[in-house]
Every structure is written in structure tokens, then in C-alpha cells.
């Protein structure tokens, strides 16, 4: 997202005051009107600052703080789901319950994943199990500290969790059990409620009332607290890497996840944030435009990364393009047509989601290697360059970096959504290639409906690696623009570089 600064050049700069007060006062020492000059002139620059970060928010706790000015709840992060296999020591009448814990080690992260049953296993007397799983932890009055002071609307830290999701989490303090809340508008003094305020990296804050709207707890007394916590999108695992007994019962022979596990996505990016927060303050509980049924859809799921909305007289569709790409499963449209039409008047109008139009491009070139550079990696990075560019979810490519750098970017979502293994020495190379295609899209965020396929943009794309390798890049096909109308997006078919 661009840096705007609204603010710039409305306050007192240093020469605005240190000028006419050494007209005005000749015989003064001019040391006093600097240091008067000075600090006006530094009290601007952070005023600036701070009404920029208000409206145009960098950070994610500014931008959680923008969303609930907006009245906007952002999606969190939600874990990938799949169906086990779990192969017992011999045929029995034999239950696992909810919440029994298996995982695997991630090829993308290197990190032990966490998957618990989301339904109880029973293996009928035969000797194998067959129970639904999503990636998460639940974790169980962890002590997070002791209560203190009497401030109104103190915070703390929930130290050593990241990624903690919202909805599941509780507190007991002195036997008593706290729910959580989006805000205390509605609490009142005897209301044991606390909020969860997200900052950067995954971490989170909890926050108390001031005793008017929303109890304050009685300070000295250890807090307890109860949570699941997700590593969304790079929680996703390949068929058979769920293979760890986590809960050790020792009537399990061997676990596994015949398929690859489906969903999982990550918190929404703070560009995201801000605009469907926007968003949010006009459309208010009645949708009417294109905009307002596309934030209405991105609102609804982590998952979808891309809608577009097609408004209509008495009703409504919704076009889905899920994380990772392809065609969006019958749960995520059933989420998305039943959060969007409870934002209709009277929340009766139906919505209609549905699987987009995509154009499938399908784009081959040859390239010869620099000396000293290796080949395999320099075709990947070619490949990547023009995935990128003809990619329908190319955005969750861009906000993820945007949000949390290269490095996180190779290893969440690069590595994760395809079948690259780039490791951190690509991370110039990788960073210079999204840069790339940012600057080609202009002023847009990311590829649009309706958007053509430029050939330009493909030889743009692949000439400009020269530095990472690439010596000479000749695209094969396809040879002339793809044009596409607007309720249509350009999507990836498959893309070879030998």
C-alpha cells in the first residue's frame, strides 16, 4: 500500500517560527528561538505522524485500532481441515474424542503442525478409524500473569501465543469465568468481559472495562486462560505428512491424511483491513454496490482472497476466488451467501455466491542460464516471475509480503501454495520479482475482473531477472494478449520455462 501523508505540511515547520521571532526580537540570543523552533517543529512531524497512522494505519495494531473506529470485526486466521486415517493395533471398540491431538512436520515451515479431531473417532469394533481433523491447539488455563493496579481499560500481554483465535478464547479469574467481547458497548458494570486487541506478529493484548462499561478485575488475582491458536495458511500439510501421535494412546499403530489437507488461511492483511473497514461504515447492514458485496464476501471468510460483486435488482451473486486459487468449495459459498445476505435489508434478499470465470492461460518459454547460477532455481524463479503475473490470487501473494517481508512470504504462502522449495537465498530475488509486478499493475492493488493479459507484461517479467541468473528469456506462448470481459479474471493454466 502507497504512503500517503495528509498531514504534511500543515503544521509550523522550524523556519515558520524561528524566522519571525528573530525579526521581531534582533537583540535576543537566537539559541532560545532554535530550541523554541525546534520543538514546535518536532511536536508537527509527530502530529503528522500520528493522524497519518489514524487514517492510513502501517502497522497492524493500527490498522485493528482503524477497524473498530469502522465498527469492522477483521477475519482472523482459520486452520486447514482434512479427513485421518487412523490405523489401530488390532480390531476393538475403541473412541478418540474431540480435541485428541495428531500433527507432522510442515515441508514449508520445518515446524511440528497440530491437528485435532474436530468429531469424535469411533472405529466400530474394526481396527481402523476414519475421524475429521483441522489444524489447531487448544490450550488450557494457561497462567498468564497476575492482575494489578486499578487503572480503567488496563491491557497485558498474553506472552509465548501468537495467532490466538478470537471466538475460543476464555478467562477465570478468582473462579470466575471472563467472555470475551468486540468491544464494551454494550457491557455494563457487572459484565466480566475483556477484549483481544492483535498487534504485530501474530501477538495479542487482553483488555479489561473500567467498571462503568465492562467489570474491571480485582487486582492481585493470576489470570487464566483458555484458547486455540492456528498457524493458518502455512498449517497446511501434504497427503501422509499427518503421521505423529500426539495424544499417545497407545492403541494407535500409524496415522495418516490420504489427501492433501483443504482451506487453512492467515489473518487478513492490513490493506485488507483498511478497505473492507471503509467499506463497512457505508454499506451497514444494507448491500447495494459492487463494492459493498465484494467486502461483504472477503469480510465473511480468511479464505477468500478475491469477489467480485455483480449487484442486481431484488438480488445479488458474488463471484469466489478461494486461497490457493481454483473453484471454491460448497462451505465456503454457503459462508459467504448466508454472512452477505444478513447484510441485505431485513437480511432477506438472497445472495448467490458462486465459482468464478476463469480464462485459463497456459504460457511456455525457454531461457538460457548465466555461468555460476544455478539452473533448476533460475527456471523456478522464471516460472514464478510468470505465475505471478497470470495468477487469479495474486494478491495473496502481495499482502502477505507486504505485511510480513519475504522471508515469511517464501516459507507461508511461495512454498506453500505451489510446489517451489526456494530457500532464503531466493528471498532477493523472490522480493524483486513481486516489486516487479506490483509496478506493472500500476495503480491497481492486484489483477482485476476484466483485466487483460499484456504478452508485454510476460517478456517484461522474465527479461528482468538478468541479475538473478536468467541470461537470455524467449516466451514462446502465449503470443498475443488474452483479452477477457469483465465478469471474467485471468487465471494460471500451467507455465513451463525449460
Not at 75 to 81: I, K, N, P
Not at 160 to 185: C, E, M, P, R
Not at 230 to 247: E, P, V
Not at 250 to 256: E, G, K, L, R
Amino acid at each position: 500500500m502507497a504512503e500517503v501523508n495528509l498531514y504534511k505540511h500543515n503544521a509550523r515547520s522550524f523556519y515558520d517560527v524561528y524566522t519571525p521571532l528573530i525579526a521581531a526580537y534582533p537583540q535576543k540570543p537566537t539559541w532560545v528561538f532554535k530550541e523554541i523552533a525546534g520543538l514546535i517543529d518536532h511536536t508537527s512531524e509527530l502530529t503528522n505522524a500520528i493522524a497519518t497512522d489514524i487514517l492510513y494505519p502501517k502497522t497492524r495494531e493500527s490498522a485493528y485500532a482503524f477497524a473498530s473506529r469502522c465498527d469492522y470485526e477483521p477475519v482472523e486466521a482459520d486452520g486447514a481441515t482434512t479427513t485421518l486415517t487412523i490405523t489401530l493395533t488390532g480390531a476393538m471398540a475403541k473412541t478418540l474424542a474431540i480435541g485428541y491431538q495428531v500433527g507432522g512436520r510442515s515441508l514449508s515451515t520445518g515446524q511440528q503442525v497440530i491437528y485435532e479431531l474436530t468429531a469424535i473417532g469411533d472405529s466400530g469394533s474394526t481396527d481402523t478409524i476414519t475421524v475429521a481433523a483441522k489444524q489447531k491447539k487448544t490450550w488450557t488455563n494457561k497462567n498468564i500473569g497476575n492482575t494489578y493496579g486499578n487503572d480503567n481499560f488496563k491491557d497485558y500481554p498474553i506472552d509465548g501465543y501468537i495467532n490466538i483465535i478470537k471466538s475460543t478464547a476464555t478467562l477465570v479469574i478468582d473462579s470466575q469465568t471472563w467472555t470475551v467481547v468486540d468491544n464494551f458497548d454494550n457491557s455494563i458494570s457487572t459484565d466480566r468481559h475483556f477484549m483481544i486487541l492483535y498487534q504485530s506478529s501474530g501477538r495479542v493484548r487482553i483488555r479489561f472495562g473500567d467498571g462503568v462499561t465492562g467489570a474491571k478485575p480485582t487486582s492481585g488475582k493470576a489470570i487464566f486462560a483458555t484458547f486455540e491458536t492456528t498457524s493458518g495458511l502455512s498449517g497446511r500439510m501434504d497427503a501422509g505428512d499427518i503421521n505423529i501421535n500426539i495424544g499417545q494412546d497407545s492403541d494407535i499403530q500409524t496415522i495418516t491424511n490420504a489427501a492433501d489437507t483443504s482451506g487453512g488461511s492467515d489473518a487478513e492483511s492490513i490493506s485488507s483491513i483498511i478497505r473492507n473497514a471503509r467499506g463497512n461504515v457505508r454499506f451497514k447492514n444494507v448491500l447495494w454496490s459492487k463494492e459493498d458485496l465484494e467486502t461483504a464476501a472477503r469480510t465473511s471468510s480468511s479464505s477468500v482472497q478475491k469477489a467480485l460483486g455483480i449487484p442486481g435488482v431484488g438480488e445479488a451473486s458474488i463471484h469466489i476466488i478461494p486461497s490457493g486459487g481454483g473453484v471454491p468449495g460448497a462451505g465456503l459459498l454457503s459462508t459467504v451467501e448466508v454472512y452477505a445476505t444478513s447484510k441485505t435489508l431485513f437480511g432477506s434478499m438472497p445472495i448467490t455466491a458462486t465459482a468464478p470465470n476463469y480464462v485459463p492461460v497456459t504460457v511456455t518459454a525457454t531461457a538460457t542460464v548465466r555461468t555460476g547460477f544455478d539452473d533448476a532455481t533460475v527456471l523456478n524463479l522464471a516460472e514464478f516471475a510468470l505465475t505471478l503475473t497470470t495468477c487469479a490470487f495474486d494478491n495473496q501473494v502481495i499482502e502477505y509480503y507486504d505485511d510480513n517481508g519475504i522471508d515469511s512470504c517464501r516459507t507461508s504462502v511461495i512454498n506453500n501454495i505451489w510446489s517451489w522449495a526456494f530457500v532464503e537465498a531466493d528471498n532477493t530475488a523472490l522480493a524483486f520479482i513481486i516489486e516487479k509486478w506490483k509496478e506493472l499493475l500500476g495503480t491497481r492493488e492486484y489483477r482485476e475482473w476484466g483485466q487483460d493479459l499484456e504478452v508485454g507484461d510476460l517478456w517484461i517479467m522474465g527479461n528482468n531477472i538478468y541479475a538473478y541468473g536468467l541470461d537470455i528469456f524467449n516466451l514462446i506462448a502465449p503470443t498475443a494478449n488474452t483479452s477477457v470481459s469483465s465478469v471474467q479474471i485471468i487465471s494460471t493454466n500451467t507455465v513451463t520455462v525449460t
